[in-house]
Nanobody
């Protein structure tokens, strides 16, 4: 599973963005997928995870603002981000824990 992220960009504080994580292969629907982020000078931080069955869990810093979902027919996992804050600025990465694969990342910048 080789994830590819898209959807990053520049948004004002309070705005929304939706990130996508797409991967090829029939195994996609059977694996968990996670989102991480890394801001300059910081360690990579876990953001959210969705199981193959659709159960979602979130990091404390994004709970109530971000929503992770998946469309297995499209081999895509989404991260809907709302009420964005400047501290959400980071490169966002998609990860498949089963295969250990990471995407190349997509930049999200939230201006104040």
């Amino acid at each position: 599973v080789q994830p590819v992220e898209s959807g990053g960009g520049l948004v004002q504080a309070g705005g929304s963005l939706r990130l996508s994580c797409t991967a090829s292969g029939s195994i996609f629907s059977r694996v968990n997928i996670a989102w991480y982020r890394q801001a300059p000078g910081n360690q990579r931080e876990w953001v959210a995870r969705i199981t193959s069955g659709g159960t979602a869990t979130y990091g404390d810093s994004v709970k109530g603002r971000f929503t992770i979902s998946r469309d297995n027919a499209m081999n895509t996992v989404y991260l809907q981000m709302s009420s964005l804050k400047p501290e959400d600025t980071a490169v966002y990465y998609c990860n498949c824990p089963t295969s250990g694969d990471w995407g190349q990342g997509t930049q999200v910048t939230v201006s104040s």
